[in-house]
């Protein structure tokens, strides 16, 4: 069974960069040429913003009206992907969560991981 | 402001049947596959409807999609306790280039 675990530090400083790493286990990314893996924010109290969305690849897509620049990165032999939020101010505060959604948008975003707390904060 | 407008609360009573209703434009909704999401508090998310109107494997048929035009809905029937959550909406927009989602409908049972 297809498992997401988030991972990274619940607490970021201004003006820095937020690193979060999602595992996958039950799956092999390498393998998974139908998916693209992806992330997800949720502001405290706030509905959902999709972040970007990242191929076995490396090819990835981001969302345009994010203010920090995006990076995401996939690591094949460790099986897991990566986030990178640069410049974060109080904005970013969230819950982060990883996910995955098939090449054909069709399909949705089918599973999840338990989401991260990420608090930006000096 | 979210690109897609979702009501944010409904509510009925046990056993009753309620929809929840997403609208946007022919950017995402009107050329694009609507799904729906449930999300208990203080969990993540879970795929309820895909593809308009179909059910992942182990989803009770009591929820039902459907999309028309710009807009698409959720039904719930039968509704029970357990279905207190928010839900939301998401699809592909094709003028921004992004998944886009509702800003979220809390139903209360």
């Known amino acids: 069974q297809l498992q997401l675990q988030e991972s990274g530090p619940g607490l970021v400083k201004p003006s820095e960069t937020l690193s979060l790493t999602c595992s996958v286990s039950g799956a092999s990314i390498s393998s998974s040429i139908d998916y693209y893996w992806v992330w997800i924010r949720q502001p405290p109290g706030k509905g959902l913003e999709w972040i970007g969305s990242?191929?076995?690849?490396?090819?990835?897509s981001y969302n345009p009206s994010l203010r920090s620049p995006v990076t995401m990165s996939v690591d094949t032999s460790n099986n897991r992907f990566s986030l990178k939020l640069t410049s974060v101010t109080a904005a970013d505060t969230a819950v982060y969560y990883c996910a995955r959604h098939h090449v054909l948008t069709v399909y949705g975003m089918d599973v999840w991981g338990q989401g991260t707390t990420v608090t930006v904060s000096s | 402001q979210s690109v897609l407008t979702q009501p944010p609360l409904v509510s009925a009573a046990p056993g009753q049947k309620v929809t929840i209703s997403c609208s946007g434009n022919?950017?995402?909704?009107?050329?694009?596959?609507v799904s729906w999401y449930q999300q208990f508090p203080g969990t993540a998310p879970k795929l309820l409807i895909y593809d308009n109107d179909k059910r992942p494997s182990g989803i009770p048929d009591r929820f039902s999609g459907s999309k028309s035009g710009t807009s698409a809905t959720l039904g719930i029937s039968g509704l029970q306790t357990g279905d207190e959550a928010d839900y939301y909406c998401g699809t592909w927009d094709s003028r921004v280039s992004a998944w886009v989602f509702g800003d979220g409908t809390k139903l209360t049972v």
């Open positions: 022919s950017f995402n909704i009107g050329n694009n596959y």
């Open positions: 990242i191929y076995y690849s490396g090819r990835g």
